[in-house]
């Protein structure tokens, strides 16, 4: 069985996959990686299913050994990397042998990379999904940050192998091949996070009144350091609440923007409440859901309205991207 | 949208994955203080809230291709969908379908389930003081908690939580105004018109006036949660041994 051992956890690190999509009867959100691009990308890297799960670092990563070897690939933002003391690149897969040392540091870019593994990392399943739900203390690796000590399954690399074909496809063996490709430079810029998010409105925006609106499309926003994987709350010019009272709670969107009385917006993130009752006056839109994933704290946002269509369009691009040859160049 | 018994159903996108569905009587637009009602409001009422139960169990019986994941709430239902594959008017139109036909779901028969729970001292922090600003007598408060048959309206916020009305009139109160920062699992609150029970220690603002040892959404059994929509919900009181008894076993 091969492991990963958890030598230092770094600030948060969970399991996540790309989440339980279908329990909101049961007020059970979807829960998954905040960057899902990123973690289907390093999975299609190593040839593993987009969806396996990875371990989501914040801000600042943790160290890792792996007893019998593995074969890995990150993705996201760079946390400086060191395999046995040498920088390890991002976006293309190499191998760590028996007991060397993955080291992660402090973020250089945005807040959370992922550490993808060949295989997979493994665990109990929760409703159909790995992702770990901090709240509720399901999910993942026991239902919480990993720590230090913990070991970790790594899953069969050849269980869910990708059809692929062409002489530099990978082989289907275990830690000992690395498959030779990376993430093409013309990906990873067009997948590179954004900090003016782009909203559709919200299914309330029309009781905001026009100079509210007008303040929370022309204003910077700040990332607050209590933002989490539950919400990323703003600070900056205080939007207006619209006037007459308390509105029912109702089923909430995943990149909603609500305004609760005091003005400061909040974006509802992957672990978001399946349900809540403050008025949405916008909703990010599902291509730039990923850019949330690596906001960090104190980043300045701006808000962009798109038409609806333009929302479809952006989301169908970037999903035909992932799909696409072009994706990877083959080393 | 009209249904038949003339309830009006109205569609709002909600995203660029989802869609909303309400069922409500709009709010008249009344002059309160010079403010105005914010338009399209919608007011709770047992007879949305079944429609939203009828919907989503339309939907559940027969799922719509491409819909990823149903939100229902007091009277209204999100619908997430697959963007690429559909837009929102597609789904409209098939929804539009789906509502024609709502008269003849038939609801799933009520389960009834019964809460036990020890009122008061540190399982409900707030009892005294809810039980002061309304009036009553503690005993009061409890009787008057434990006295009615509640309706699950939904399950929301976390895994688990069921918002379950309509309280007794006499025990109507705001929330905190300070929300506690962490509410240990199985305290059962009120606030407004609705009671419900903390499933895990979250933060929360609703008064507490109690405790059960019941384990309201576990990741181990078949059940997973206790509560299941449209569920009809009974607090019984009990002792601290009993509560005692109950959690250990």
């Not at chain 1, 949330?292 to 808000?303: A, C, K, V, Y």
């Not at chain 2, 009422?45 to 027969?62: I, S, Y």
């Not at chain 2, 688990?160 to 007794?168: D, H, K, S, T, V």
């Not at chain 2, 019941?214 to 002792?239: C, E, N, Q, W, Y």
Request: charged residues 25%; glycine residues 12%.
């Amino acid at each position: 069985m091969r492991l990963i051992e958890v030598l230092e956890p770094g600030l948060f690190t969970t399991v996540q996959d790309v989440g339980r999509e279908g329990y909101g009867p049961l007020g059970v959100s979807p829960s998954g990686a905040a960057d899902a691009v990123s973690l289907r990308i390093g999975n299609r890297l190593l040839g593993n299913a987009e969806g396996e799960a990875g371990l989501e670092m914040t801000l600042l990563g943790g160290t890792f050994t792996f007893p019998e070897g593995a074969v890995l690939a990150l993705a996201g933002s760079d946390l400086g990397a060191t395999l046995e003391g040498k920088p390890v690149e991002m976006w293309t897969p190499f191998e760590a042998k028996s007991k060397q040392v993955l080291r992660f540091g402090p973020t250089r870019s945005g807040a959370r990379c992922y550490l993808c593994v060949r295989g997979g990392v493994e665990v109990q399943l929760f409703l159909d999904s790995a992702s770990t739900h901090i709240l509720s203390g399901l999910g993942g690796y026991e239902g919480r940050a990993l720590k230090k000590g913990d070991v970790l399954t790594i899953g069969l690399a050849n269980r869910n192998e990708q059809k692929r074909t062409g002489k530099n496809a990978c082989s289907t063996g275990g830690a000992g091949t690395v498959g030779k490709r990376r993430l093409s430079a013309r990906a990873l810029k067009e997948l590179q996070p954004r900090k003016v998010l782009r909203v559709t409105p919200g299914p309330q925006s029309d009781w905001f009144s026009e100079a509210a609106k007008k303040i929370f499309q022309e204003s910077t926003y700040r990332v607050a350091e209590e933002s989490n994987r539950m919400g990323i709350r703003l600070q900056g010019a205080t939007i207006p609440a619209p006037a007459g009272g308390e509105m029912i709670s109702e089923g909430v969107s995943l990149g909603a923007v609500q305004v609760p009385e005091g003005g400061q917006p909040i974006i509802l993130f992957v672990e978001q409440q399946t349900t809540g009752g403050y008025p949405k006056i916008a909703n990010v839109i599902s291509a730039d859901f990923h850019s949330l994933g690596q906001l960090r704290p104190r980043d300045e946002i701006r808000f962009e309205r798109v038409e609806w269509d333009t929302a479809r369009t952006l989301l169908a691009k970037q999903e035909k991207l992932l799909a696409s040859e072009e994706l990877m160049r083959e080393l | 949208m009209e249904t038949s018994r003339g309830e009006v159903a109205r569609f709002q996108y909600s995203s660029d994955q989802s869609l909303l569905v309400y069922f409500d009587e709009h709010v008249e637009q009344k002059k309160t203080g010079g403010a105005k009602a914010p338009p399209g409001q919608s007011r709770i009422t047992l007879r949305a809230n079944k429609n939203v139960r009828r919907l989503l169990r339309l939907l559940e019986l027969e799922p719509v291709p491409g819909v990823r994941n149903l939100h229902p709430a007091y009277c209204s239902l999100l619908i997430k969908f697959d963007a690429i594959g559909m837009r929102h008017q597609e789904l409209e139109a098939i929804l539009r379908k789906y509502l024609e036909r709502l008269e003849e779901v038939r609801l799933p028969e009520p389960r009834r389930v019964e809460i036990p729970v020890c009122y008061g001292g540190e399982f409900g922090p707030d009892l005294a003081e809810v039980s002061a600003r309304r009036g009553i007598t503690q005993a009061r408060a409890i009787e008057l908690h434990s006295s009615v048959e509640y309706l699950v309206y939904f399950l929301g916020f976390v895994p688990g939580f069921a918002y379950l009305g309509e309280l007794p009139e006499e025990l109507v109160i705001p929330r905190l105004a300070a929300p506690r920062k962490r509410v240990p699992a199985g305290s059962v609150g009120i606030a407004g018109n609705q009671t419900g029970v903390y499933p895990f220690a979250t933060p929360g603002g609703w008064r507490l006036l109690g405790c059960t040892p019941f384990k309201m959404f576990r990741a181990d059994s078949d059940g997973l949660s206790l509560l299941s929509i449209g569920d009809r919900v009974r607090f019984t009181p009990i002792s601290r041994e009993r509560f005692a008894t109950l959690e250990s076993a």
